[in-house]
């Protein structure tokens, strides 16, 4: 049994501009592949990305390093007397 060779053409792409003209040669059946992987992915990426809030920093902001008032602590030993 003899084993066929083919060539293959690789292209480079590194801009959205260049990557929109490939998928304009592609065959049809091959953008339906890519549509179909472009779903998936999507799918499964949120398009945000949602950090957890910095309590400590907006406590900061909102009262300065050293808050008026009694500290927590004596709060709590004044409540269990």
Same mark, same amino acid.
């Given at each position: 049994m003899k084993v066929g060779c083919s060539r293959v053409k690789l292209e480079l792409m590194s801009t959205l501009r260049?990557?929109? =003209?490939?998928?304009?040669?592609?065959?049809?059946?091959q953008l339906d592949e890519l549509a179909f992987w472009l779903e998936q992915r999507r799918a499964r990426k949120p398009t945000t990305s949602v950090s957890e809030p910095d309590f400590l =920093?907006? =406590?900061k902001a909102i009262w300065g390093e050293t808050p008026a008032?009694?500290?927590?602590s004596a709060l709590v030993s004044q409540a269990r007397g």
């Open positions: 260049e990557i929109e =003209a490939a998928i304009e040669r592609l065959p049809a059946g =920093a907006r =406590a008032g009694e500290p927590l």
